[in-house]
């Protein structure tokens, strides 16, 4: 093997070893800044790529110190020719960040979209098949018994469909006069049979203040009968509010469900 087949060669995976450190720190670095989805979930493993870029870090180094030894022997021809691949290589790397960027930020926005319909889907399916929250909605009455079935309800959901983190009800009630938002969650258990010889509990412990945020949608749901739903993600949590009207009340399901998902390091 001559001298021109040693540069050739430390020239490659000297350039290669580089290029894959630089786009596996431009990756890491638009994930974590953008906080980005990928397509897999519980991305723990891919810890082990950081050891893998310091390996290309340490590779790197060796086969570039080679190929600058095996460039001294090499003659006029073949730098000439090393550096017209080179250019063309540059434009090449130059090329691949914004496609690599394009292919975070897709994958993010399809991971998404997809969670949102998978949540949504699963919310509808189970209130479709629940007699006991229709026939709540249908006589709220909204005393500890009725807040007792509906948190017992709600426990069901938790399990049966998308195993939920926190399933909740939130209601716009007019109790003592004035309307106010209350929300019941699906640990508001309180086993109202065995406690009636208790001390009361008090209703007032299911009201709820929302921020400007959260009221402005949670008015148009209750005042002028929006029915979209809304979708938050809060970093590793997702967020499902979906307006249901069943027999002229209406409520809002209100479901969370936090992952590991997709994220390095996670």
């Known amino acids: 093997m001559n001298a021109k087949t040693y540069v050739k060669i430390s020239n490659v995976i000297g350039l290669v070893s580089i290029i894959l450190l630089v786009l596996w720190v431009f990756s890491f670095i638009l994930i974590e800044v953008f906080d980005l989805l990928i397509f897999k ?9 950081s050891i893998l870029a310091l390996i290309a870090v340490l590779a ?32 090449a790397v130059i090329t691949v960040f914004p496609l690599v960027a394009a292919i975070l930020f897709t994958g993010n926005y399809f991971t998404e979209q997809k969670k949102e319909r998978f949540m949504l889907e699963s919310t509808k399916n189970y209130i479709e098949k629940s ?12 005393n500890e018994e009725w ?37 019941v969650h699906n640990y508001n258990t309180y086993r109202y049979n065995e406690l009636q010889d208790t001390i009361p509990i008090y209703l007032h412990r299911y009201e709820e203040h929302f921020n400007r945020f959260d009221t402005e949608y949670y008015e148009q749901v209750f005042k002028n009968g929006s029915k979209e739903n ?9 967020i499902l509010e979906y307006p249901y009207t069943y ?11 936090y992952q590991n998902y997709g994220k390095f390091g996670s």
């Open 230 to 238: 809304r979708f938050i993600r809060d970093g590793k949590n997702f």
């Open 131 to 142: 007699k006991t929250t229709k026939a709540l909605l249908k006589d709220v009455k909204f």
């Open 147 to 183: 807040v007792d079935e509906l948190a017992r309800e709600l426990k069901v959901f938790k399990t049966s469909e998308l195993n939920f983190d926190n399933p909740s009800v939130i209601l716009y009630l007019n109790l003592d006069g004035e309307e106010k938002y209350y929300q």
């Open 60 to 91: 790197g180094s060796l086969f570039v110190n080679v190929m600058f030894n095996l460039t001294r022997i090499a003659d006029k021809h073949n730098a000439d020719e090393t550096k017209k691949i080179s250019t063309k290589a540059v434009v």
């Open 247 to 257: 027999d002229s009340t209406t409520v809002i399901i209100h479901t969370s469900d």
């Open 41 to 49: 979930k519980n991305m723990t493993e891919t810890f082990m790529m």
